[in-house]
C-alpha cells in the first residue's frame, strides 16, 4: 500500500484538506531538497514535485 493509498483511507471524509495539506508537504520537501541540493538538481525536484502533486490531486479518487 503505497503512501497516497494510507493518506486516503485515513483522510477519506476531508479529501479537499488532504490535498492542501499533501500539496503543502511537497512544497516543503521541494524545498528542503533544493536547498540541500544547492541548486544542482532544481529541474528534477520540480519534475518529482509536479508528479507528486497529482498524484495529490487524487487522493479524493477524482482527478481535477
Known sequence: MSIFDKAKSVLRGHSDKAE???NKGVDKAAEVA???TGGKYDE???TA???AKEMTDRIDGQSG
Do not use: L, V
Request: proline share 0%; aromatic share 0%.
Open 20 to 22: 492542501d495539506a499533501a
Open 44 to 46: 528534477h525536484i520540480d
Open 49 to 51: 514535485g509536479t508528479k
Open 34 to 36: 533544493k536547498e540541500k
